[in-house]
């Protein structure tokens, strides 16, 4: 029965479960002021969601900690109530978030989910009572209802307080041995001798606990005994707690009740019988006496029945009909689930209608369109999943007739449809084919066959075939574009914690979160981001008391803003703090002997830059956050990777700005093919300023030996490609060749090359890792005749 | 010995069709051999791209139906004169340890079955240069071959 393969359903549940962890922590850091209604409903049903997933996926650590919140805002919802510790409550989810986003991690890893959330789900219970004890405190007069959810809670460690008051309260208990621990229904007979002293009135199942085959069934189902006591719950927990091979057992007072179910999963949600089984392995742990329809859920075919006529099930257990409905709620892809209580013991799971149901018996239907209305356009793809939850709150619902529900369910059901997730790694082979496609097209076009000829139908079809080609591979582009609005969101957080931990008040202002970049570049951009947004919160940001002093307003404001610029994302972060102190990081940079002219020619801006060198830290104080000075030099060196730039301004006193700009793509570079030597290279375009026919009088040789070149006035530095590379070309005159200006970081370089030959999109390729990395080759690319050009980097010109 | 040892296996040859099996290849009149198991295709030269700052054995890199593979040129990696290519020089694309590479030889032979008997470790002086590359020496009747260390042969600096 273990063999059920989880792979498959491992990966979405990831999928799902980081979606829904980052939507959670958007939720709370937003409402940290305080949660409108919305708000909450929306945490409990994600938290129900990911309690239920990951029940289901048996990763019980998480399930657990998701409930533990889930009761939390479900009180919240209940009962509305005032006065809350809000920062707290906040500390407190994020922290369930983070253990859950841990285990996750680890279940990504592969590794077993051990974390033991005892710690933190104590800590939520206590903050959970204390805010039932004020809530309960303001509104005495409004006696509670019996049947207020709230106090149905199953946890089974939680004593049930009224029943240890009342004598002889009736008992139910459970009980699992250790496997192979043999003599099961001995065992069984002694705890019950055990007991005896302590209870009354005992029936069990089997009734007769030596009778012969009882032994089969303690294995399989364990040992179920009901009894009255007057001893508390604790106190007989301790008891059965003394049994010896003991593996589990659960006590709950009252009696054993039989119900029924009738489920059906979501349409095309697929395994329905591996869900089924799912459903009873997740029963197990608290009934008995489990018979289902199909049988054998194991076989293929139970699928078809289960699809068709739904999944019939019939069980006994103790608890309350609220519990049970709510347990089985949990079911991912549940469509709906009937569940009723059968007064008589003799069961009869085959005959779902005409039974008699119990008066009290609520008919609860699950309707995903109610939720999907709500949910609008957040995540879809979770929808049906988090449907459940609603349901087991919303019973009243069910007044409206079931065709209009049915006619809703499909009308807003339909943007599911919209939407499917896409393994990334065909994405990738897409857009390599892409690329492939991109330089047959220019082998097959640009033909040396064809050279000379007079083609004009040809040339017609070829430009028809180039526009489709073009239109295909913008297409494949904008399919992995991903908006930047998660990486955004997450610094919320950083900053949220940040000010909390140095006493700071920032608030964070986001614009422009919907701009698109490439996936594969998205990846590249969380760290970096983080890195500086923790610089300009725990550097630039001075203390409230300072501000003041200043005259400047007391929250300081950290600007993150995206936007479109050209084939580039330009992204800013600005403070509005205190700035770079110039002469701090002139005396850094001096005792790290990085200086190299006379210090009052250094402008500004190239001091800035110096920022960016390895160990250079101007703040005193390492913090938790920052100043031990491996900070900008990997930013930079992170954004390089995705072929970006970073640029820093900064006003002392006014607050420092960081400029970050980043191709959108990586794959595809709009490139100016040049000739040296016999060899073509690409230069990117966007590096490009532009090209000079040079003289050989507008050139000179400073007395280290280095090659300038005059151009209005201006004097820049000349660098040939040939030496460079220690490459051999027959042309070394600077008037036969031709010097391209390149910029980069604000630093010019004109780069001295043959001749141009021509624009062109190229597919990037990466040099095989066997080659070690060449200074000044960033890659290299295939052109239309199957040759092979090397793609210039022009940053590695600049650094000597 | 030889028989029973067959019969016993017989069941699992197929994975074993390359155990034993060396391709032989000429450099300087001399011949070598590199486990089969490393090649993927011999392929004839094509156009090369050279690649600056790197040795000068290391040709370059090569567009094979779309992926970029460096060469080798095994002459100069043995510090030997290096050669005009002509039309019997041959790429040999080996994969070794996830690295695709090219090796750049005179000639290729064909495929030989050298049993494992019939494999001696060479002589440990270090007459010439391209011993340190050597793993093995082959005898098959009256031929002999020198087997590649690929690790070497790669990646000793």
Redesign the interface.
């Known amino acids: 029965m273990a063999d059920f393969s989880r792979e498959s359903m491992l990966d979405m549940f990831i999928y799902e479960m980081n979606q829904l962890v980052e939507q959670l922590e958007q939720l709370i850091i937003q409402g940290e002021q305080g949660y409108s209604m919305d708000d909450i409903n929306e945490i409990f049903r994600i938290m129900h969601t990911i309690k239920g997933s990951a029940a289901m996926m048996l990763y019980d650590n998480v399930s657990k900690t998701a409930h533990s919140a889930e009761d939390l805002f479900f009180f919240l919802r209940e009962e509305n109530p005032q006065n809350i510790d809000y920062s707290k409550l906040t500390d407190l989810v994020l922290e369930c978030i983070d253990f859950i986003k841990n285990e996750l991690a680890k279940i990504e890893a592969g590794e077993d989910s051990d974390g033991n959330p005892t710690d933190i789900i104590a800590r939520v219970k206590a903050f959970l009572s204390q805010l039932k004890g004020e809530a309960v405190a303001e509104e005495t007069p409004s006696a509670p209802e019996p049947s207020k959810p709230a106090e149905v809670k199953e946890s089974p460690a939680v004593p049930v307080a009224e029943n240890s008051a009342v004598s002889g309260t009736l008992y139910t208990a459970k009980i699992f041995f250790e496997e192979g621990c043999e003599m099961e229904s001995v065992r069984a007979f002694t705890l019950l001798q055990n007991l005896k002293d302590y209870i009354t009135n005992v029936t069990s199942v089997p009734e007769d606990v030596v009778a012969e085959g009882s032994e089969d069934i303690i294995k399989k189902d364990g040992f179920t005994f009901s009894f009255n006591s007057e001893n508390t719950y604790d106190e007989l927990c301790e008891l059965i707690n003394q049994t010896i091979y003991l593996k589990s057992f659960d006590l709950s007072s009252g009696t054993l009740k039989n119900y029924k179910a009738v489920l059906f999963f979501e349409e095309g949600c697929e395994m329905e019988n591996v869900r089924a089984y799912t459903v009873i392995h997740n029963l197990q742990a608290y009934c008995t006496n489990i018979k289902h329809e199909p049988e054998d859920i194991i076989n293929e075919a139970a699928t078809e029945i289960i699809r068709k006529n739904g999944f019939k099930f019939s069980f006994s257990t103790s608890k309350s009909y609220e519990e049970v409905s709510k347990e089985l709620y949990n079911t991912v892809f549940l469509k709906t689930v009937d569940v009723e209580e059968i007064t008589e013991s003799t069961e009869t799971p085959k005959s779902d209608t005409g039974k008699e149901k119990e008066p009290k018996s609520l008919e609860a239907e699950v309707k995903p369109e109610e939720i999907t209305k709500e949910e609008n356009n957040a995540v879809p793809e979770n929808a049906p999943a988090t449907a459940k939850s609603k349901s087991a709150s919303k019973p009243a619902a069910k007044a409206s007739s079931k065709a209009a529900d049915s006619a809703a369910a499909q009308k807003k059901q339909a943007p599911t449809q919209h939407m499917i997730s896409v393994n990334i790694g065909k994405l990738d082979q897409l857009l390599n084919l892409m690329g ?1 496609l991109v ?1 047959a097209e220019a082998m097959t076009t640009q033909n040396a066959d064809l050279e000379g000829l007079e083609l004009e139908s040809f040339n017609k079809s070829a430009r028809q075939l180039r526009k489709i080609i073009n239109d295909v591979q913008d297409t494949v582009m904008s399919m992995r574009m991903v908006s930047l609005s998660t990486t955004f969101f997450k610094m919320h957080r950083i900053v949220r914690d940040m000010c909390k931990n140095l006493g700071k008040d920032v608030q964070l202002e986001v614009v422009g979160e919907e701009t698109e970049v490439d996936k594969n570049i998205i990846e590249h951009l969380s760290d970096p981001l983080m890195h500086i947004i923790r610089n300009s919160v725990d550097h630039g940001i001075e203390m409230p008391e300072e501000r003041k002093a200043l005259g400047k307003p007391e929250k300081g404001t950290v600007l993150l803003e995206a936007k479109n610029s050209g084939g580039e994302v330009i992204i800013i972060v600005k403070d509005d703090g205190q700035g770079l102190d110039k002469d701090k990081i002139l005396n850094k940079a001096r005792e790290n002997g990085l200086l190299k002219k006379p210090e009052n020619e250094y402008t500004d801006r190239e001091i800035h830059q110096f920022i960016f060198h390895p160990g250079l830290s101007t703040n005193e104080k390492v913090t938790n956050y920052s100043g031990r000075g491996v900070g900008m030099d990997v930013v930079m060196n992170n954004i390089e990777t995705v072929g970006g730039t970073i640029s820093v301004e900064s006003e002392q006193g006014e607050g420092t700005t960081n400029i970050l700009k980043i191709p959108l793509t990586l794959a595809i570079v709009e490139g100016m093919l040049i000739k040296m030597g016999g ?1 073509k290279y690409t230069i990117p375009i966007s590096s490009i300023q532009e090209t000079i026919k040079a003289k050989n009088e507008q050139l000179f040789t400073d007395p280290d030996g280095n090659e300038m070149l005059t151009l209005r006035g201006e004097v820049y530095n000349v660098v040939r490609l040939y030496d ?4 051999e070309t027959k042309v070394t005159n600077i008037e036969d060749g031709v010097l391209i200006m390149l910029e980069n970081e604000g630093q010019i370089v004109c780069l001295f090359v043959d001749e141009l030959i021509g624009e062109q999109q190229v597919v990037v ?8 990395k ?4 960033g890659g ?1 690319t ?1 052109l239309g005749n ?5 793609i210039i980097d022009v940053a590695g010109f600049f650094d000597k | 010995m030889e028989n029973e040892h067959i019969d016993i296996v017989s069941d699992v040859t197929e994975e074993d069709t390359t155990k034993d099996k060396y391709l032989t290849f000429e450099i300087d009149n001399e011949e070598y051999g590199i486990d089969i198991s490393y090649v993927i295709e011999i392929i004839t030269v094509c ?1 090369i ?6 040795p000068d054995f ?1 040709k370059g ?3 094979l139906r ?1 992926s ?3 060469v080798i040129d095994a002459r100069l990696r043995f510090k030997k004169p290096a050669k005009e290519y002509d039309s019997l020089t041959c790429i040999i694309v080996i994969e070794y340890e996830n ?3 090219g090796l750049i030889v005179d000639t290729v032979n064909e495929v030989t079955y050298i049993p494992e008997d019939k494999i001696s470790i060479p002589p440990n002086a270090k007459l010439k240069y391209q011993n340190k590359f050597i793993k093995s020496i082959g005898k098959v009747g009256k031929d002999v071959q020198l087997l590649l260390d690929l690790d070497k042969f ?1 990646f000793l600096e």
């Open positions: 492939e330089i060899t460079f590379f220690g490459a390729k990466s040099i095989p890792s066997y080659i070690k060449v200074k000044g080759i290299c295939l199957g040759d092979i050009s090397l | 156009a791209t050279w690649v600056p700052e790197t290391l890199i090569i567009n779309g970029i593979i460096p690295y695709k590479v790669l």
